[in-house]
């Protein structure tokens, strides 16, 4: 029997864009792995069941993928899951095997991009129907699901495991349908002339890479976390009637710029594409960038950055959704070596459900200089400098950012001061 198959979306195109080149002991980077405690206690048989639900509602649990040219997916009939893997060990041990999941590659021609363990309580037992497992950690690949498709996968496992609630609703139309839409609609190629207008326009500025780049160093991750910041922030954008997404995006490029590259900056952002209704629903990977570029002089007020961003911002958006294929060098038409036009930055603010770094003093106060926690490189995917603001529910503000080839000083000069810069803004204009 044949498998339903077609193009990839223009989200999974993004995805393998950045990962087809590769080599084999990098494919574990496009995979991406959450944790959780269950509410109560389930059995094998019920997490089974669950789970076999869950690939029965979203396809691209169950999709592999041609990876020759042009690219195509391939949706497999679900299957029963009739057992899972039941690890009995404590959480420290749980959390050995969980990482084990995520440095596993997944063969994307063969495997299943989904792949679940489950910690139980208690001694070994065999009996399925033994009510034990009380954590779950699911390990995905990117072209399967992004951030937001794991939250829509944790609301329906609750719900198929008996916990309440309501099950999400299932899109209108299938990721196979919406790719060739994608392609063939009578806006699709105006909406492609319009980003190749953006994109062929930041490309033509000259944005140079970091000047002390070397690819020699290798990657560097690190956070810190402060209630102060979040404080700060807040204020800051309400006195100055912006989002704290611009906020910390004029912060960063401010600091960028000051650190290490004084020129233009091109930026990708985190498109926002997942809030159109059409997508809501899908579990997919709809991670594309959002190209803009932005000028800040190094001893540029972080406040004078605000209006720029904002415009930049908006313009960049509008291309939320579109083939990255269209927008190469080649496809633009540009003398320029393709190394020359990629982005120096990038960009995220999400929300950050627990909290890593709570850094106290003797007094039991936040530290007056902030604590840089240097954290393990699992994927140098995507920019050379990408910083990542999480908004926690312990009211901080976390800022994780990851970095390849720059030195150690240049990393965390960059990273404090974001931290500096928000907060001599918000004393400035209090």
């Known amino acids: 029997m044949s498998c339903p198959s077609g193009p990839l979306t223009f989200g999974q195109m993004s995805v393998w864009r950045d990962i087809a080149g590769l080599p084999r002991t990098r494919w574990h980077e496009g995979n991406l792995s959450h944790s959780f405690d269950l509410p109560g206690p389930v059995s094998r048989r019920q997490l089974a069941a669950a789970l076999t639900a869950l690939q ?3 396809p691209s649990l169950r999709t592999v993928y041609d990876t020759g ?33 995520k440095h596993t590659a997944f063969d994307l021609a063969v495997d299943r991009p989904f792949r679940v363990a489950a910690m139980a309580i208690g001694p070994v037992v065999d009996d399925p129907d033994a009510a ?38 299932t899109p209108p139309r299938s990721l196979l349908e919406e790719a060739r839409e994608q392609r063939d609609s009578p806006a699709s190629a105006a909406r492609t002339r319009a980003a190749q207008k953006h994109y062929r326009d930041i490309y033509a500025a000259d944005a140079t890479s970091f000047l002390d780049r070397e690819a020699s160093r290798g990657g560097r991750e690190s956070a810190l976390e402060s209630q102060r910041l979040r404080e700060a922030a807040h204020r800051l954008a309400a006195a100055e009637k912006v989002s704290l997404s611009t906020l910390f995006t004029a912060a960063f490029v401010n600091s960028v710029s000051q650190h290490c590259h004084p020129g233009p900056i091109r930026v990708g952002l985190m498109a926002g594409n997942r809030l159109t209704e059409r997508w809501r629903s899908h579990v997919t990977s709809m991670n594309q960038l959002a190209l803009m570029l932005v000028q800040p002089r190094p001893d540029e007020e972080l406040a004078e950055l605000f209006a720029d ?28 070596d393709p190394a020359a036009v990629k982005f120096l930055c990038m960009f995220n603010f999400m929300d950050g459900a627990a909290v890593d770094y709570r850094d106290q003093d003797v007094d039991g106060q936040e530290p007056a200089e902030p604590v840089v926690h240097p954290e393990p490189v699992f994927s140098q995917i995507s920019a050379g400098c990408y910083l990542r603001v999480y908004e926690t529910t312990e009211q901080t503000v976390r800022l994780r950012l990851r970095t390849g080839g720059l030195t150690d000083q240049t990393h965390t000069s960059i990273l404090t001061g974001v931290y500096h810069r928000v907060l001599a803004a918000a004393t400035q204009t209090v």
């Open 56 to 58: 029965q509602r979203h």
């Open 69 to 101: 040219e042009p690219p195509r997916q391939i949706v497999l009939p679900a299957q029963d899951i009739t057992d899972v893997e039941v690890v009995f060990a404590d959480v420290a041990d749980f959390a050995t095997r969980a990482d084990e999941l």
């Open 132 to 169: 034990n497992i009380t954590r779950l950690c699911f390990c995905l690949h990117h072209m399967a699901a992004d951030g937001w498709s794991i939250g829509l996968m944790l609301m329906d496992t609750m719900v198929l495991l008996g916990f309440g609630g309501e099950l999400q609703p």
């Open 309 to 336: 961003i904002g415009v930049a911002t908006m313009r960049a958006y509008r291309h939320g959704i579109h083939d990255v294929d269209q927008m190469t060098v080649s496809a633009l038409g540009l003398d320029k």
